[in-house]
Structures are given as structure tokens and as C-alpha cells.
């Protein structure tokens, strides 16, 4: 039990262009979901905290309109990233919270922008 | 001063050998403790999850916290080939679901 999947696991796009990434919880449904984003041989840094049916909570520093955020349902949140730069790109890993304190993660999925 | 700090590594052992990985933390308000285990280019895995002072041990991990130093701990025996991973320490404050994470230690365990 407890899986997270995360689609898609790589993309590739131009710079100036946006890249949805999904995160679904599959066998339990999740309330809150967290997205992270991990730079080579770092550790994870939280981005936002995602509250199905309401507007995502950010993380100091974090573009909030770079960074779309959208919770439409208790098993699914997504990650727009806008107008893209090769800055971006990043390794970007979803979780799910699945009991008190306990967050189940997804695979990830390595974004790399020309 | 980072909120988690962890013994960065590199660490090499050879098979079977006792691994150990550590974290201080410097908020007294954590109450929860984890062990994460990542494989390259995937996400962590939820080793071993633990609430206030104590030790946990599951398999061959063993997870101790002792908030009066504010350092957490996970030892892995009779370590294998597969436990080659980075380890990450979580920490999170009670009814608070964000977790701080440590930079991660990477082990490679040699056959």
C-alpha cells in the first residue's frame, strides 16, 4: 500500500514553455501533498504544500506564480512549472501524506529545460 | 546554522559490515523522526519512522533518538550490496506535517 506515482517520470522542453507534472496517490486518498525539488547531490527542498480544495501554501522563496499548484482531488495534485528556464530544471518529487506525520513519496520526475 | 545536519560521507563498507549514519538537529520541537532510503534518480523510501526519544529496530534497522543531545541515528547490519542508496533523516514538528530534511549520507556497500 501507499504508492505515489508521479507522470511523466522525465521531460524535456524549450525554455519559454510550461511542463505539468502530476502526482496521484493510488491507493489512499490524500488530503495534503507536499512538492519538493532536489538539486544534484542535495537534499530535498520543499516547495509548496498542496491542500486538496483550497490554494497551495508556498515555501519562502518560492515564485508562486512560476509554480502553479492545483489539489482538484483527494488522489491527485499537479505542478505547472511557467515559462520555463534552464534554471528550473531539477529533479521535482511529490509526496502524499498518508498518516500523522508520515508522507509517502513518488518516483520523481527530472525536468530538463533547453 | 541548517536545522538538520548529517555526516555527508561518502561512506564505504565492505558486506556484512555494521553501518552506521547519524543527524543532530538543533529545533526541540521535532517530534518526529524518519529514515529515508534513495536510490539514484528515485524518490526516498520511508525506512523507518519514529516518535520522541527511543529506539525502533526492524529487520536489520535499528533507528535510535535521543532528543536530550537532539542527535538521531540508523544502523544497518549485516549490510548488503542492495543497501548501497543515499539515507536521508527527516524531522518533523508534532502536528506540523512538514519535514526538514538532512543533506543525505550516500553508502556503498561492497561485495
Known amino acids: 500500500g501507499a504508492v505515489v506515482s508521479q507522470h511523466p517520470s522525465w521531460v524535456i522542453c524549450k525554455s519559454g514553455t510550461s511542463v505539468k507534472i502530476e502526482c496521484r496517490s493510488l491507493?489512499?486518498?490524500?488530503?495534503?501533498m507536499f512538492w519538493y525539488r532536489q538539486f544534484p547531490k542535495q537534499s530535498l527542498m520543499l516547495m509548496a504544500t498542496?491542500?486538496?480544495?483550497?490554494?497551495?501554501?508556498?515555501e519562502q522563496g518560492v515564485e508562486k506564480d512560476k509554480f502553479l499548484i492545483n489539489h482538484a482531488s483527494l488522489t491527485l495534485s499537479t505542478l505547472t512549472v511557467t515559462s520555463a528556464h534552464p534554471e528550473d530544471s531539477s529533479f521535482y518529487i511529490c509526496s502524499a501524506r498518508g498518516g500523522p506525520n508520515e508522507q509517502f513519496f513518488g518516483p520523481g520526475t527530472r525536468l530538463t529545460v533547453l | 546554522q541548517k536545522e538538520v545536519e548529517q555526516d555527508p560521507g561518502p561512506l564505504s563498507v565492505p558486506e556484512g559490515a555494521i553501518v552506521s549514519l547519524n543527524c543532530t538537529y538543533s529545533?526541540?520541537?521535532?517530534?518526529?523522526f524518519m529514515w529515508y532510503r534513495q536510490y539514484s534518480r528515485k524518490g526516498p523510501e520511508l525506512l523507518m519512522y519514529?516518535?520522541?526519544?527511543g529506539n525502533k529496530e526492524d529487520g536489520r534497522f535499528t533507528a535510535q533518538v535521543d532528543k536530550s543531545s537532539k542527535y538521531i541515528s540508523l544502523f544497518i547490519r549485516d549490510s548488503q550490496p542492495s543497501d548501497s542508496a543515499t539515507y536521508l533523516c527527516?524531522?518533523?514538528?508534532?502536528?506540523?506535517?512538514?519535514?526538514?530534511f538532512g543533506a543525505g549520507t550516500t553508502v556503498t556497500v561492497r561485495a
Open positions: 527527516a524531522m518533523s514538528v508534532s502536528n506540523d506535517y512538514k519535514l526538514s
Open positions: 529545533n526541540s520541537a521535532f517530534q518526529y
Open positions: 491507493d489512499f486518498q490524500a488530503t495534503t
Open positions: 498542496s491542500n486538496e480544495g483550497s490554494k497551495a501554501t508556498y
Open positions: 519514529t516518535y520522541s526519544s
